[in-house]
Nanobody, 125 residues
């Protein structure tokens, strides 16, 4: 399965963006989906994840209450709704997918075989 992340852009602090992760060559039906981000000069970090059933989600502390991860009904898309954006949210955002067995594993990069190419999010102050 190939993943395509989109929806990034330039937004002022306090604004919102919705990122999309679209699958092709397969579906996300039985895959958990995670979002990660990498800021300039920093390592890639976990942002949010959702299990394949959609019943469980997990978030990095830095985005809790501001970001929401969800799955599309088409079983081929996942989303990351980002509200109250801050300059420190500026990064390249990546989506990833795999049949991760447990929600506690969804925060680990190594749990995912499939990755999108990344979409740039820039938040100005």
């Amino acid at each position: 399965v190939q993943l395509q992340a989109s929806g990034g852009g330039l937004v002022q602090a306090g604004g919102s963006l919705r990122l999309s992760c679209a699958a092709s060559g397969g579906t996300l039906r039985y895959f958990s989906v995670g979002w990660f981000r990498q800021a300039p000069g920093k390592e890639r970090e976990f942002v949010a994840a959702i299990t394949w059933t959609g019943d469980s989600t997990t978030y990095a502390e830095s985005v809790k209450g501001r970001f929401t991860i969800s799955r599309g009904n088409d079983k081929k898309t996942a989303y990351l709704q980002m509200n109250s954006l801050k300059p420190e949210d500026t990064a390249v955002y990546y989506c990833a997918a795999d049949n991760v067995g447990d929600i506690t594993d969804t925060g680990r990069e190594r749990a995912y075989r499939y990755w999108g190419q990344g979409t740039q999010v820039t938040v100005s102050s």
